[in-house]
Nanobody, 126 residues
Framework: QVQLVESGGGLVRTGASLRLSCAAS????????MGWFRQAPGKEREFVGQ????????WYPSSVEGRCTISRDNAKKLVCLHMDNLIPADTAVYYC???????????????????WGPGTQVTVSS
């Protein structure tokens, strides 16, 4: 079973960019579609995007499309989420779970994923 640990969060100002990383251990990394979710206080977990097994295809919801880029390095077992033009509404804990289902060019729910790490906090000040 894969274990995932997110890092790279912090306190930034509106308009800043941030790069989050997710390191995997255990399991066969290329078996998994990798996703990014976020959860703000008092809100449900929100899908941010996903990358298919080879890294050649990604999908993002309209809420973040154009501001987020997901990439993966299978040799290093690493997934990254780069976010530009951050706004206070991006403040949340960010997670990068894994999925064994086929890649979908469409929204996903937390139930499609497993192996949730501790997350990394992103706080955007106005």
């Amino acid at each position: 079973q894969v274990q995932l640990v997110e890092s790279g969060g912090g306190l930034v100002r509106t308009g800043a960019s941030l790069r989050l990383s997710c390191a995997a251990s255990g399991g066969t990394f290329t078996d998994y579609v990798m996703g990014w979710f976020r959860q703000a206080p008092g809100k449900e977990r929100e899908f941010v995007g996903q990358v298919e097994r080879s890294g050649d295809d990604t999908w993002y919801p309209s809420s973040v499309e154009g501001r987020c880029t997901i990439s993966r390095d299978n040799a290093k077992k690493l997934v990254c989420l780069h976010m530009d033009n951050l706004i206070p509404a991006d403040t949340a804990v960010y997670y990068c779970p894994a999925s064994k289902r086929g890649f979908s060019s469409g929204p996903s729910t937390p139930r499609d994923f497993f192996s949730w790490g501790p997350g990394t906090q992103v706080t955007v000040s106005s």
